[in-house]
């Protein structure tokens, strides 16, 4: 088996097993705390999951990108992460203190839970962004899926009766799964990859720093693409459905499952090919088609049995669930086959043009919310939901055609799909590469 292949197989197998993991963790506590808990559980996670990502400024993207092209040492970037996390969470601290002392906010029993969940998840990322880009997938994968398994058995009655209540529960969560980051540091130590006061020069932090940025505007963009209507949903709705809400765009994600971990194991891979093949665009076309149906496949499996199985899993409380599911399918399809393109403009450094497609993509999602939420609740939200991811998709094709010319067809065209080996789009050596 070739390099790329036993790379990319053992990238998909590790974070298929996270993803089963997570999975079965949220159906769970989906019926443990029922629609109207969940969602607000979820709403607080979303929350936080947006405060690391603010804070990470874009850092472990650029760890990433600079530890895959073996520009810096892995010490350096180790060094730099850890600081960073420091820095971070220092800076949360004073600003929950002087907020509570200028009654900004009220104290809040959570806090010191959060800022530590925060603290270490921004560490985490990082450190497993180096993890990733050195291809070792297994100690992430591993160490996320025990947690979650922990996580499953912590639940309230699910071994035994009762170990922790709810509220507890949430503090639980909140900590356990700041555990990963001493787990990969401690990782990083006994492979002689060590915290030191070395830090790169001057011109290396600027490239940090241009990529850092760059990479947060489009995290901060996608994720908000993809989440920011958990707040008006929040807003224009009940928690019972806003939790049915939240379960069908996590569901999505399944959907989402082969591109998300495919475009992890191509990034460095693509990267290096760009300036190696002249038959990129063709490889990537064959990939948009691929991610498409096997999107196609997974969406039509769900949305014919899903309204008789959602209940079953998650509970009588779902009842939206089903219909929300339905409506956002097909722009689900569309974020599938966006994410070789993506990836594309990133390996060329070109996340600009990635900013520009989400940022429109918002403002139509938020004026579509705002006008179709009041009347038609959640199921206005899913609608705008698709066709907001629609436009993502279409104008990131769009700019790909400016540079590598092609039919429109091609894309719909099974019958290269069926006869080309997936693994092979980036391994087989062709006549026309450099």
Avoid at 243 to 257: D, V
Wanted: proline share 3%.
């Amino acid at each position: 088996m070739s390099s790329f292949k036993s790379k990319l197989l053992n990238g998909f197998t590790w974070r298929l097993g996270l993803y089963a993991s997570s999975f079965i963790l949220n159906i769970f506590i989906a019926n443990n705390f029922g629609a109207e808990g969940s969602g607000i559980f979820y709403l607080l996670l979303n929350n936080i999951a947006f405060v690391v990502l603010f804070t990470s400024l874009g850092l472990d993207s650029a760890i990433a990108y600079f530890t895959s092209r073996k520009e810096i040492g892995t010490s350096q970037l180790l060094s730099l992460s850890i600081v960073w996390s420091l820095v971070a969470s220092g800076a949360l601290v004073l600003l929950y203190f002087a907020c509570v002392q200028l009654n900004i906010v009220a104290p809040y029993d959570l806090a010191p839970f959060i800022i530590i969940n925060i603290g270490c998840t921004l560490l985490a990322n990082c450190v497993a962004s180096i993890l990733f880009a050195t291809d070792d997938n297994s100690t992430p994968g591993l160490t996320f899926t025990l947690i979650n398994v922990l996580l499953i058995v912590l639940l309230p009655g699910v071994l035994v009766n009762n170990i922790v209540a709810n509220t507890e529960y949430i503090k639980l969560y909140l900590f356990v799964t700041a555990l990963p980051a001493v787990v990969f540091v401690a990782c990083l130590y006994f492979r002689s990859i060590r915290f030191g006061v070395s830090r790169p020069d001057n011109y290396w932090l600027k490239k940090i720093a241009s990529f850092s940025l760059q990479s947060f505007v489009n995290n901060m963009f996608y994720a908000l693409l993809l989440r920011c209507d958990y707040w008006l949903v929040n807003y224009y709705s009940t928690d019972n459905d806003l939790g049915n809400y939240l379960q069908a765009t996590k569901l999505t994600q399944i959907i989402l499952l082969v591109p998300t971990l495919a475009s992890f194991s191509l990034f460095p891979l693509i990267t290096s090919h760009i300036h190696q093949s002249k038959k990129i665009d063709t490889k990537l076309l064959k990939l948009v088609s691929i991610y498409f149906y096997i999107g196609v496949v997974m969406c039509t499996g769900v949305i014919a049995v899903g309204y008789w199985v959602f209940p079953l899993l998650y509970g009588q409380g779902f009842s939206k669930m089903y219909l929300c599911f339905v409506l956002l399918s097909p722009g689900v399809l569309m974020l599938a086959a966006a994410f070789p393109i993506a990836t594309f403009f990133s390996g060329k450094n070109q996340i600009r043009l990635r900013v520009i497609a989400l940022f429109f993509s918002i403002v139509l999602l938020v004026v579509l919310d705002l006008l179709l939420i009041p009347r038609f609740n959640i199921y206005g939200a899913a609608i705008a939901g698709t066709v907001a991811y629609s436009f993502y998709f279409f104008y990131l094709l769009f700019q790909f055609k400016k540079l590598h010319d092609f039919q429109m067809m091609e894309l719909l065209d099974i019958r290269p799909i069926l006869q080309q080996n997936f693994l092979g789009l980036f391994t087989k050596k062709n006549k026309d590469e450099d």
